[in-house]
């Protein structure tokens, strides 16, 4: 039996795959960050929800990673005190 880590490592040789893997596990990651803020500020979610002018249903899949619009995103952000920052990756060159 193959271990996952195993598993993942042959599927992340296929381009197509790591890339849709790499779009999920940035999601995963900012939705992390959001519960992980909201939490230490010690609100509900309805108490941010309310504060960023969404629903506290958006909110809840923005926390679990469901894919929402940018707009959405910006207004719980805004209301964590959250700072979006754009870096550009660094390319690596196949040679």
Do not use: Y
Request: with cysteine.
């Amino acid at each position: 039996m193959k271990s996952f880590r195993k598993h993942l490592n042959e599927q992340m040789k296929n381009p197509e795959f790591a890339k849709a893997f790499n779009s999920e596990k940035e999601i995963i990651q900012l939705a992390v960050k959001i519960a992980v803020e909201r939490n230490k500020l010690g609100i509900s979610q309805a108490e941010l929800a309310k504060k960023a002018h969404v629903t506290q249903q958006q909110l809840s899949k923005v926390e679990n990673g469901v894919n929402c619009n940018i707009h959405t995103f910006i207004k719980i952000c805004t209301a964590l005190g959250l700072k979006l920052n754009f870096e550009r990756k660094k390319m690596r060159v196949k040679t």
